[in-house]
């Protein structure tokens, strides 16, 4: 028998239909999985943890089947892709977010639910609800915790609500009914991990842990097709995910207003590829520095204002934030992003080309953050920021409630068309980038949703020394 929140979470899951999902909320979804779809593509020839997760995939026998990957001309089990999917759209640190859950729910959903596909060789359009799906369940069970409790216990919600997520969005493409998902999501509740241990030393287990939620909650959703029992109440049971990773958890807002609110319009696209917190901040000091032009040597002082959940990530320890040893560490500090946005103008990709540079270095270290109790207030509504710069022996001040992309202040197509080719060009050409967007974006027009992985492979010059 199952319990009332996990009851109605699986029956919406598995029954959820196409007429059932307004128009606006298909079309963002297709956007948000554009936006997973290019740092996938990015991250498989650029991140520096990839060659270590393709030499593992390879030794383990994951690299045999059929399975496709974007930006890649190999192929993969099944599981194998999903893995990597889910690692490679979070390894930029440039993927979607949604500020209340704290969750960036693009990367263990996307890879889960087109492994599903592909093993069933379900359209585009049913794919896309498994995806929609995903991302409700994910997203309602991270707010439920509520998702600051959950971090304050070091866990990471991108990889522990995410692994549900994944598992919703398999058991939705795979055509599992009430009872199956449910099991399913009784079976993913043993996967849910991840942990924040990762801030000490930049580790790449952040990365990992997403796409080891995707895998996850693939394996769940076929294990749950083919009969595996669960364990029961996996949400709101005593010893259940609510109530075991976070001191005071509020299950029924997992089903509050499912079918009618939906949270994934809630989602926000990053325009700067680092830690979200930081991109308030960031939006303020490229505003600031295009209208009075300063130069790095005539800032005197830098505050960055943030709420407490922000300056976990990318405000402490002071000392370690102002002086980041590599990109992950340079993607949750403050310093950097700041420092990068007002020395150079720009926060992109290749910012971190200038980790090293000194005239950055000099200045991260006068770059500061505190607890701002205006930004406190705005917390978790709004990842909001108050950026305060001394310069030329006088004080501006600019706060920024809603960050550029965020579901207040979304991304237009053009810039949202913008971003996908500034990734996905440089690696499969702009012929290819034009019409694998094409699909995406029409993407429930498809009647196998694996079509779309062919405009996705690497230019042919780019094989041979990307694939090892």
């Given at each position: 028998m199952m319990d009332e929140v996990t009851e109605q979470l699986a029956h919406f899951v598995a029954g959820l239909d196409k007429a059932a999902i307004p128009a606006e909320v298909r079309a963002r979804a297709c956007r948000l999985m554009l936006d997973c779809i290019a740092n996938i593509i990015r991250a498989r020839h650029d991140s520096e943890s990839t060659p270590a997760m393709l030499a593992?995939?390879?030794?383990?026998?994951?690299?045999?089947?059929?399975?496709?990957?974007?930006?890649?001309?190999?192929?993969?089990a099944p599981a194998g892709a999903v893995l990597l999917g889910g690692m490679l759209a979070h390894s930029l640190d440039f993927d979607d977010t949604h500020a209340a859950a704290i969750v960036h729910a693009a990367a263990p959903i996307v890879p889960a639910a087109l492994g599903a596909a592909g093993l069933v060789g379900a359209s585009g359009a049913e794919t896309l609800v498994g995806i929609i799906a995903g991302y409700e369940a994910c997203l309602r069970i991270a707010l439920a915790l509520p998702p600051g409790a959950h971090y304050e216990r070091g866990f990471h919600p991108s990889a522990t609500c995410g692994a549900f997520g994944a598992a919703a969005a398999a058991a939705r493409v795979l055509g599992l009914d009430a009872e199956a998902t449910a099991s399913t999501f009784g079976i993913v509740l043993s996967q849910a991990s991840g942990s924040l241990q990762f801030l000490a030393n930049g580790a790449w287990t952040k990365r990992f842990q997403v796409g080891w939620a995707s895998m996850a909650g693939f394996i769940a959703a076929t294990?749950?097709?083919?009969?595996?029992?669960?364990?029961a109440a996996p949400l709101e049971g005593r010893l259940g995910f609510l109530r075991a990773y976070a001191p005071a958890p509020d299950p029924q807002r997992v089903v509050q207003?499912?079918?009618?609110v939906w949270e994934l319009m809630l989602t926000g696209v990053k325009p700067y590829p680092s830690c979200r917190w930081g991109h308030a901040g960031i939006d303020a000091a490229l505003s600031l520095r295009a209208e009075y032009g300063w130069k790095p040597e005539e800032i005197e002082s830098v505050t960055l204002g943030l709420c407490r959940a922000g300056m976990l990530l990318i405000g402490e320890p002071e000392e370690k934030k102002r002086n980041p040893a590599n990109i992950v560490d340079a993607q949750f500090s403050a310093p950097f992003v700041i420092a990068t946005a007002l020395a150079t103008g720009a926060m992109d990709w290749d910012s971190y080309q200038g980790l090293a540079d000194p005239q950055i270095r000099a200045l991260m270290q006068r770059v500061r953050c505190e607890n701002d109790p205006e930004i406190e207030a705005e917390f978790p509504t709004n990842m909001a920021g108050k950026l305060t710069v001394v310069a030329r022996g006088q004080t501006y001040v600019k706060?920024?409630?809603?960050?550029?992309?965020?579901?207040g202040n979304f991304l237009t197509d053009e810039e949202l068309r913008a971003k996908f080719d500034s990734l996905a060009a440089a690696v499969i050409g702009p012929e290819r980038a034009e019409k694998l967007a094409a699909m995406?974006?029409?993407?429930?027009?498809?009647?196998q949703a694996a079509e779309i992985f062919a405009a996705a492979r690497p230019l042919a010059a780019t094989k041979e020394s990307l694939r090892g």
């Open positions: 593992m995939v390879r030794a383990a026998g994951l690299d045999h089947g059929h399975a496709a990957l974007f930006g890649d001309s190999a192929h993969y294990l749950g097709r083919e009969g595996f029992k669960g364990a207003g499912l079918g009618e706060k920024l409630l809603v960050p550029k992309g965020g579901p995406t974006l029409g993407f429930e027009r498809l009647n």
